[in-house]
């Protein structure tokens, strides 16, 4: 697959200044593991709870394509934003009929309670398809083992799976490939803005998270981790969620950090949990620091500093 690479500016400066300037999150340098995602908790807990009707995508205007129809994960209707299911066709099971507001961690797992904030995050809920968001229903997130019962022309599936242990008697909604990534991070997000809520009071939950009351904290299943992990690898942040994460912070103030950078998933959950965040490594930025200037580009969601033959985070780190 050919990387996209978008040009963004020419710093005359060395790097030192753009990775400085840049550094969206300096309150993790020095931290890892459990402490980054305790620090991430702590800036994006604290953020507007909205109404329920704020959340619907004619009025929320987060989810909107170029064209103004609304962007669906779950499958490849074209809605426009008036096209909010309501009155007689509000419990359709005709595709493409409407569109409704659909929960990634679905409202049941904590048990149906309205007064929670997970119910109006906005990262939390999507516009989806009415009759494909009824097939997903309250079951967990996984990959589909085998043909399909059920499965629509985007690639989303219902079935059976081996993801979860205790054998294959076991369904799943699985995302199409393309959208991976973007309901994995999502999930990386409501762990870190809610590790102290428990996702596993009812429905499918108990699949992905864990609880423990002893110490009011969260965590995802062995299972569930490494199938996010995967999905977070194998499909790149795209201009789309870049684009929702500005979009959503307008509207309620903070933002999902795994979009701004996605290698924070791997040094809280990943190949680098026992490594330590560096916020712009001196060693990295000396080397560079002279040059008369670099270039920062857009590869495939992630944001590079780009010096001759010689490419670089934001955060001064050489990517060999």
Known sequence: MKKKVIFLFLACAGVATAAESTCLYPELDGKKGKDILAELHNK?????????????????????????????????????TYDYCGGNNYNTTIECDCYNREHVVPQSWWNNDNTQPMRTDLYNVIPTDNATNQQRGAWAYGEVAG?????????????????YTGGKNKKVFEP????KGDFARILFYMLT????????QAGQG?????YSAYTSTADFTSQALTLLLKWHRADAVSEKEQKRNDAVERKQGNRNPFVDEPDLVEYIWGNKKNQTYACGSSEAIDEVEAAPAAVKVLINGTIYILRGDRKYTLTGLEVK
Not at 148 to 163: A, H, Q, R, V
Request: proline fraction near 1%; charge should be negative; include cysteine.
């Open 44 to 80: 994006i807990a604290d953020h507007d709870v909205l109404t329920y009707d704020q959340v619907r995508a004619d009025k929320a205007k987060v989810d909107l394509r170029a064209d103004g129809t609304v962007w669906d994960m779950y499958s490849s209707c074209t809605f426009a």
């Open 176 to 179: 199409a490939d393309q959208y």
């Open 147 to 163: 043909e399909p019962e059920w499965s629509n022309d985007l690639g989303s599936k219902f079935g059976e799976t081996y993801t």
């Open 193 to 200: 803005c809610y590790h102290d809520k428990n996702f596993t």
């Open 206 to 210: 108990y699949r992905m998270f864990t």
